[in-house]
């Protein structure tokens, strides 16, 4: 197993390129630990409050461990990256921002540290005390390189990258574009929990280690990031994204690429468009990461695979 240190600076990059030099090269079908820092990239600590805020630079957020050349991987092809383990530190943080999120110019500075659990986060402090919330782990960024350009962390694209979809934790599956030779897949911003949405722009923020098996889809192009996944409530689903400043085109996105994805099961492309208002499920995961917002539409297994019996 190829071990990554993300807690290295020079195992970090800050930006999403075809141009990155790869930390490390992966055969398909291999596993890879990595060690991975929170979206403060280590700036924040359990000590920290909120006048400790003013010290974060904000230029260093959501570093992602990377790229990770995949061997044999060209333009055209899918990485099928499969979340075997994802372990996350005992600790937490949640920042409400004046100047960040949905809602903006309206609340002050506020930092809440959490004891992260086995099984719930609970609030220290004054501010929400008392309060649970279930741990339920997820990476905030998995992405591939651009096909061109430069380009920051925040906004989520059609690579992939900072999606702050709660559906892509520990047993998911995630597809993703191949868009250069080698597709140089990065990581970050692990959260213990999340609402859809991350509305107020952060999560339950902390550090984790991560297992990830790697495999190589050989000409099965994708045009934005897919998974397989479990919701709770739903059982396991497929689950399919729209990536877009307009968040209508978004959620039509969203809805185009299940068609797509459905018709793998048999469906024929009225079907799968029947079966989304029927059985899907169209979720706003992510509205913070500006100019871009991510829906989810989600189809249960159980039901797509009736088509394959």
Avoid at 113 to 134: M, N, Q, Y
Avoid at 145 to 159: D, E, L, N, V, W
Avoid at 227 to 245: E, R, Y
Wanted: charged share 20%; proline share 6%; with cysteine.
């Amino acid at each position: 197993m190829i071990n990554i240190d993300g807690h290295l600076k020079s195992n970090l990059h800050l930006n999403w390129s075809p141009g990155l030099k790869p930390l490390a090269e992966i055969d398909p079908g291999s596993t890879v630990q990595v060690d991975i820092p929170d979206s403060s990239t280590l700036q924040i600590r359990e000590d920290f409050t909120t006048e400790d805020l003013r010290n974060v630079d904000e230029s260093l957020l959501d570093a992602a461990v990377g790229p990770m050349y995949v061997k044999g991987s060209e333009p055209g092809d899918v990485l099928e990256v499969s979340i075997e383990r994802l372990d996350v530190a005992r600790w937490g943080w949640t920042m409400v921002s004046w100047d960040f999120g949905f809602i903006k110019h309206r609340f002050r500075d506020r930092l809440l540290i959490w004891d992260i659990g086995s099984e719930v986060a609970t609030a220290r402090g004054d501010f929400l005390k008392g309060i649970r919330i279930p741990v339920s782990p997820f990476l905030g960024i998995i992405g591939t390189a651009p096909s061109t350009g430069k380009h920051g962390m925040i906004p989520p694209q059609y690579f992939g990258g900072n999606m702050d979809n709660r559906l892509l934790g520990q047993g998911s599956k995630v597809y993703l574009p191949v868009s250069v030779p080698g597709a140089l897949l990065s990581v970050a911003d692990p959260h213990a929990a999340q609402g859809d949405g991350e509305v107020c722009g952060t999560a339950i923020e902390t550090m984790a280690t991560v297992c990830l098996k790697i495999n190589l889809l050989k000409g099965s192009s994708i045009g934005a990031p897919r998974a397989f996944s479990d919701d709770h409530g739903l059982g396991p689903v497929i689950v399919t994204m729209g990536i877009s400043p307009d968040l209508r085109n978004a959620c039509s996105d969203a809805i185009e690429n299940m068609i797509e994805e459905l018709k793998t099961y048999g469906f024929t492309d009225e079907e799968g468009y029947a079966l989304c208002s029927v059985a899907g499920n169209l979720r706003i995961s992510e509205v913070v990461d500006e100019p871009n917002y991510v829906v989810s539409m989600l189809v249960p297994k159980e039901i797509a695979r009736q088509r394959l019996a």
